[in-house]
């Protein structure tokens, strides 16, 4: 009989691990995603919500079949990062491309698309489990619709808030930044050169990235008191602002997108698996975007588990133990030095204790004369 593998969210990291599970012998997959809609061809204008992917992502989208239209994607081939004080800044610059930059829309049409002619998925929109039953390890989900669906391997992909997670008994550390994340994409009147840039304040966390055609995604992470001022400009002042956080470097900035803003979270979950269930992406970890990693790390952790139940004894089940410990082994140490690492970051950038200030101003400037630790941190930042 085939191993039944449920998987809960249909967001990027659920629908990449559905494509990369349906490759295994002998599985059927199912998506259970609350949202009704079919992810549409991207439209002539950019998704103001972005993806920095790394090169691993876009190997392991590649290898799934479900690689973005190149037409929609821009490569950031050097980044440059300022501190508060507006003359020190780090330059990051390597012989290939740092990231690429893909719209949500674009990653999720390429995602449907991908598992639109595979028969083992089947994906159940506009639905949503009411109650989770367990049996050891097999979970039972009751449907709204009154259905039951049978799960060998309950994989929770829900994201940060994740229902799964909570039935489940796992507890997460929740860390409230009380900030919010302001995205959208603007025209810029100078090329960006496929510059990504980054200014770090007391105050916020400021990202332009290249797209395509002249234009930059930007993500602002500020906090909330500032982000409710943002709120109240009109869209002209809005643009005064970008402009002015980003000291001018691309000239007068115009609007190409609606501006939209998310709650910033740290979640990290205690841990990743029980009997029978696994969490991924968002529901098992949620980072700062200031490093611009939470898709990345979960489309590794999707890829992990693959190869994990790939490689496992054939005498063991899926919902294992002893097969989820290894997968969980395999990416918490990681996601959590990352976690901690971007939070720390942001802790030293929101100080204004004097230490902190010569690290993020002079320290800047030290390190941008240190061509081999450059290296190692883009290595480290976008491998
Ligand atoms: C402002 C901002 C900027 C960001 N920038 C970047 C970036 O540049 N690069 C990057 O890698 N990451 C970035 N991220 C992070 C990135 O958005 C997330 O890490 C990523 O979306 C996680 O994907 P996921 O599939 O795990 O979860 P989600 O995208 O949250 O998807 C979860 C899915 O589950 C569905 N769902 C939830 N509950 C249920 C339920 N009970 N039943 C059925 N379905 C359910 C939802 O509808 C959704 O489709 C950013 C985040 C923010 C907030």
């Not at 190409?256 to 990743?272: E, K, Q």
Request: glycine share 6%.
């Amino acid at each position: 009989m085939n191993t039944n593998i449920v998987i809960v969210g249909g967001g990027p990291v659920g629908r990449a691990f559905a494509l990369a599970a349906s490759r295994l012998a002998n599985v059927d997959v199912t998506v259970v995603e609350r949202s009704v809609t079919l992810a549409p061809a991207p439209a002539a204008a950019f998704d103001h919500r972005v993806y920095a992917l790394s090169p691993a992502s876009l190997v392991f989208l590649a290898e799934i079949g479900a690689s973005p239209d190149a037409a929609r994607l821009s490569k950031v081939r050097a980044m440059q990062v300022w501190g508060d004080d507006a003359n020190s800044h780090l330059d990051l610059a390597q012989g290939q491309p740092i990231a690429t930059i893909v719209e949500h829309a674009a990653l999720m049409f390429a995602l449907e698309q991908a598992a639109s002619n595979i028969e083992r998925i089947r994906v159940l929109r506009g639905a949503v489990p009411k109650a989770m039953g367990t049996n050891g390890n097999q979970h039972e989900l009751e449907m709204d619709d009154g259905s039951t669906l049978r799960a060998d391997l309950l994989v929770g992909a829900d994201g940060s808030r994740s229902q799964i997670r909570e039935w489940a008994g796992i507890p997460a550390v929740v860390k409230d930044y009380e900030s919010d994340g302001i995205v959208a994409n603007l025209h810029c009147e100078f090329a960006h050169g496929d510059v990504a840039r980054q200014w770090f304040t007391t105050d916020a966390v400021l990202a332009y990235l290249p797209l395509p055609e002249k234009q930059i995604s930007v993500v602002w992470s500020v906090l909330r008191a500032k982000s409710e001022a943002l709120k109240a400009l009109g869209d002209a002042d809005f643009c005064r602002a970008v402009e002015s956080a980003g000291h001018n470097v691309l000239g007068k900035l115009t609007l190409a997108s609606p501006v939209a803003r998310f709650p910033l979270a740290r979640v990290i979950a205690d841990h990743w698996c029980a009997p029978g269930l696994a969490l991924m992406g968002d529901a098992a970890h949620a980072v700062h975007p200031l490093a611009g990693q939470g898709v990345n790390l979960g489309f590794a952790d999707a890829r992990t588990l693959c190869e994990t139940l790939r490689n496992r004894s054939r005498f063991s089940a899926a919902g294992d133990m002893l097969v989820l410990r290894k997968y969980e082994r395999a990416r918490r140490e990681a996601t959590l030095a990352l976690s901690e690492l971007t939070d720390k970051l942001r802790a030293l950038y929101m100080s204004n204790a004097k230490a902190a200030s010569w690290v993020r101003n002079d320290g800047l400037s030290l390190l941008n004369r240190m061509p081999h630790a450059k290296a190692a941190l883009v290595h480290y930042a976008f491998s």
